[in-house]
């Protein structure tokens, strides 16, 4: 049996190499998954959100026509290697053209996921969306139903989420159901609870994330979750992992050598720019959508903008390691591995990254 020093030997090993790999990659993006926000309304007001959807918004919204074009654009330039669409918002189903748009989008040969709240997918929804071609889905539930609906502001929102889940599974063809947690102060100690409703459920996984410092959630220091809860998160998922249970962290953020490779099937890596790129509700170009928008995050807009040429040419903000920015992350001994951590995380104010597991987890 393999030691824990000749684990982590192994580890850094794979680290390495595996940093070579992203170096490679910073000069030579690969377009895997492009996110489309097709909308900022919402009808929930959860207290973490990091777009900051409210039921009624003033934010324009693109047409199906420019999104139509936009899948046209994207289709025809990487038609060797077409991307994933990622379909979020806001709740995307609010869109009375939604089934418009992701038919269109199958039309073209695109595979499609979507991030939903759940609470709209009705038996009838679920069937449309196994017509219009969704392979994959994650319905967000936050706890048991009295925090889950105090977290989202909406009463009512879990016994909906929890039929909209079912409603999928009765439809038995898409290939991956997934659940998605935020863990955060008030729900933290719900975990085993939680796991008791969903292993009865059949989902493909679990996905447990801590609640991140964007958005709202800034609002709410009090929510964050401190040390011993973080070690005891991972430690939660890396001992139903052990088991072969689908619950799975997810891409943020380096973990240290106890952790990576044991609480999800990857090491970290941010795929902001390098993988990942996305459009907007209003058209604006840019990576992941949970990155603070600003000018250096934003470049522009699909109406006026060529976006091939945006993704090859653009997003130098990502295409260099954002440890560079900040002394305390140029100097530490993980910097090889981290690159200064998660884009989404980072205060681009201060230039510093505000969520490090080191001295936390390693």
């Known amino acids: 049996m393999i030691t824990k020093e000749e684990l982590h030997a192994l580890k850094k090993t794979q680290l390495k190499r595996h940093a070579e790999n992203r170096r490679a990659l910073l000069q030579s993006p690969h377009l895997d998954t492009l996110f489309l926000e097709l909308t900022l309304r919402c009808n929930e007001r959860c207290v973490h959100c990091g777009s900051s959807c409210e039921v009624q918004t003033l934010s324009p919204e693109l047409s199906a026509d420019d999104f139509k074009r936009l899948l046209n ?27 418009e748009i992701m038919a269109y989008a199958k039309s073209l040969g695109f595979r499609w996921g979507m991030t939903s709240n759940g609470t709209l997918i009705t038996k009838e929804v679920a069937r449309k969306l196994r017509e219009t071609g969704m392979r994959t889905v994650s319905i967000s539930i936050d706890g048991l139903p009295g925090t889950h609906e105090a977290f989202r502001r909406t009463p009512g929102s879990f016994e909906r989420s929890m039929r909209g889940v079912q409603n999928l599974i009765d439809e038995n063809c898409f290939p991956a159901i997934q659940v998605t947690t935020v863990v955060h102060k008030q729900n933290i100690d719900e ?33 964050m979750l401190k040390k011993e809860d973080y070690r005891r998160l991972f ?46 509700a209003n058209g ?38 954002f440890s560079k920015r900040n002394g305390t992350c140029r100097a530490c001994e993980w910097e090889g591995f981290c690159h200064g951590g998660a884009c989404h995380s980072w205060d681009y104010d201060k230039q510093k990254q505000r969520v490090c597991f080191r001295d936390v987890l390693f």
């Open 235 to 280: 430690e939660f998922i890396r001992v139903k992992r052990r088991a072969n249970i689908p619950v799975l962290y997810g891409c943020s953020h380096f973990l240290g050598l106890e952790y990576e490779c044991e609480v999800r099937e990857f090491y970290f890596i941010c795929n902001a720019g390098v993988y990942t790129a996305s459009v907007r």
């Open 284 to 321: 604006d170009i840019g990576a992941c959508l949970d990155i603070e928008r600003r000018p250096e995050t934003t470049f522009g807009n699909i109406l006026t903008d060529d976006f091939t040429r945006v993704w090859k040419e653009e997003f130098r903000i990502f295409r260099e390691d």
């Open 73 to 99: 654009k994207v289709r025809e330039d990487f038609a060797d290697d077409l991307p994933r669409i990622a379909v979020t918002g806001g709740e995307p189903l609010l869109r009375e053209d939604f089934f």
């Open 191 to 223: 975990l085993d609870a939680m796991y008791d409703i969903f292993k009865d459920v059949d989902i493909d996984s679990w996905r447990v994330i801590n609640l991140e410092p964007i958005g709202r959630a800034l609002e709410h220091p009090e929510l």
